[in-house]
């Protein structure tokens, strides 16, 4: 069968999961080289990556019972169809070829803020170098957003650090948090289900992945008995050091309760952690009743002997959002409480990338810039960003409510964030096949399920789970009517699977 | 003195050394954050570094006996004044902001170039992530380039992976091919003077850094006896595996030459080392009877005995050559013979980043691909590309004709890359007083020269030099007529510094 075909080519490249392009180059040349898309899940990295894969000729030819193949795998807004804010994109070409500041057809406020950024810039070129921690003008705009976001909260610019998308944020940090110690190997406490960054980088630093599972029977909250239990347990044979936090949650969209902050901050302070919040999806907030606070605000709010004290690291990014800019890399970090040897370290382990992008720098100084009422791109700003916005909690809902009427399926609220992280039924004979074929049950899910409907998800043992459950992660970008077509296609295919497995 | 005073703030922060922006500043408030641009060389690092510095007050106000501060540390040519070439800034901007692909003030081969781009986009956005391993039609265009380069050897747009600057690429190799070997720790042999990054890498990856020296009196040649020295006292110690070289020399500025290149690559062969081929300079020799020869080139010429084993990867950037766009962090590596199984790894190591900034990648393609004759925009590059090129040439020249006209200088001719890299005599009441401070004495020598003279020139203990010899690097980069007044004053100074310490 295609399915025993593709995993010998998956055995070759153990890595590469869930093969999209291996479908959708149907009727290419065989000779032409196919760049396929790929997930790897089976380490635990869910990962956009890609190879040439030279396709045998048996493949092609094979029809398939679906025209398209949906990549519902990625949080990538753009390559889902969203249009990107006209006004972040006036401000980078602006930047990119000055001569443009002459041209009528630039609104006045994107000008002011291109030749803002690149007074900022060696020889006012984005081709110039700029300081490792990124360019000064755009670290001061970040703190004045941050300050605006967090009801005055004082914010400075020394704490922000540009960094190359969030990732590069997190994996610097994890890097000097974790290699400070000789004595006893850094534990690392990370909420199951998490976003496989963190527990790639933990490998990779030779550091110990502590565990903490998010509440699934309680929209996947975060819980501070279970944070205590995993701590005591890991204390054992580690020394944990950090905490992580993903708020609003990858995969589980779950959105933190002001008092779940405050309990992670008080357990944090107790237990002298280093807090790591992950708030890359502090714009995609969709459920009423729930908001976004961020870990520095509710951290000055409980007083001095808290912020004088916890350390913490914040993490943004143009990637999410109503921007969607992952193309460009940019990001940053603030970061409070470091100590200044530690900040030396970091300073310097940054350095050895030279710069974060440039460009990536002036997209993210427009995500914390942007037009504001009375400057001329303001009304259409406000606009493209509700519109996306407004459509992301719509389809949040939209998601939700399909999946809880699938006999088997059960999704908790999509607070925030992108994605739907459904649990699924399978069946005890299924679960017998898919060992036969060395896969893990969700995964021989997913595989069936891209085969048979072209729709290509994430298997939630990427991201982790409590053993015995089965979930998969699908982001909700598709545009509505895409999306609709996409959730019938997953409940269709879901009853099939269960009667054939009965 | 203010050395000293600065000294107390190099001690809180000891990767800090070389501040221009300690004296730029002067006549700023006390109150406002100094952004401080520093060379970082006492680990071993060059870097473009920053912090915000608090000035404490009896700085300001201290006549310093200059104006400006000249950076002619760095390789960043836009800082230094150089013009983006303007075709691949349109591009660039087209791809950004693609509205513009109406406008008639673009060239239409601009347009061409940018639609095709915007194809291998995902949503045809650069907000897109791509795959990791860059855009497919951009990896064609690199591979073309590399045959025209080449005179027609072949080569596979599968083994080009594009990256965030050449750096990017030279740390995910060398993590792969030394994460590889758990009984003895991997040798990684690299040239003395050498571009920091490779030690930082080695340190960083726990390795073992097996110097080799280039031969100063012999315009810094690479001889294949002192290969076979290093390699031979390594193996007691080690197990050498990878194999540097850089081609124009960093900081060195020598041009291999053919010969010289077969004996390298026959030399690889023999003992199984990797190659590593940095080549980020290859459009910068100006030397007469000098030539760029890539590595992959000659060693196809070599015949198959060498081309179907030698293990090679290449590195280009857009930092550098007649573009100088180093802040779009745009790369490529070009990888010959990698195993399958590494090559698997090293795809996987890149996910881990997502993918490298599209706009850099945008930038990468128009410098392999830019106008042809017969383009509406080839006049107007070519007179770019020619005018930048030529400067440096004329540039070269100069430097090392003034440098050797200086007593107790001197300076090997600068064939390619943009830096020289003069030896200078230090008299050892010099040396003393420099370790009475406790500085290398070529650091002491440049901290005197940017107290004095306001020019920023990096230490040789900062590349690694023959014990008992002291160099600095300088960039050529400065404005012709800007190039000779720093000439001079650093012959004046050179002068006085003999004088002081005879």
Known sequence: SLLERQLIILCCCPFLMGFPGLWGCLGQEETSPNLVNCIKICTGFVLNSSLYIKIPSPNFGIKKPFTEVIKANIGDAHAMGQRPITFLRQVVALCTYPNLLDSPSFPEDAKKRARRILQGCGGNSLGSYTASQGINCIREDVASYIERRDGGVPADP?????????????????KILISGDGKSRTGVMIPIPQYPLYSAAISELDAIQVNYYLDEENCWALNVNELRRALNEAKAYCNPKVLCIINPGNPTGQVQSRKCIEDVIHFAWEEKLFLLADEVYQDNVYSEGCQFHSFKKILYEMGPEYYNNVEL?????TSKGYMGECGYRGGYMEVINLHPEIKGQLVKLLSVRLCPPVSGQAAMDIVVNPPVPGEESYAQFIKEKESVLNNLAKKAKLTEDMFNKIPGVHCNPLQGAMYAFPRIFIPSKAIEEAKAHK????????????????????????????????????????????????????????????????
Chains 1, 2 share one sequence.
Do not use: W
Request: glycine letters at 8%.
């Open 439 to 502: 896969m893990a049950p969700d995964m021989f899910y997913c595989m069936k399920l891209l085969e048979e409907t072209g729709i290509c998800v994430v298997p939630g043992s990427g991201f982790g789970q409590r053993e015995g459950t089965y979930h998969f992660r699908m982001t909700i970008l598709p545009p509505v009517e895409k999306l609709k077509i996409l959730l019938e296609k997953v409940k269709d295919f879901h009853i099939k699977f269960l009667e054939k497995y009965a």
């Open 158 to 174: 020394d704490n922000i650090y540009l960094t190359t998308g969030a990732s590069d944020g997190i994996s610097a940090i994890l």
């Open 313 to 317: 690291a914040s993490f943004h990014s």
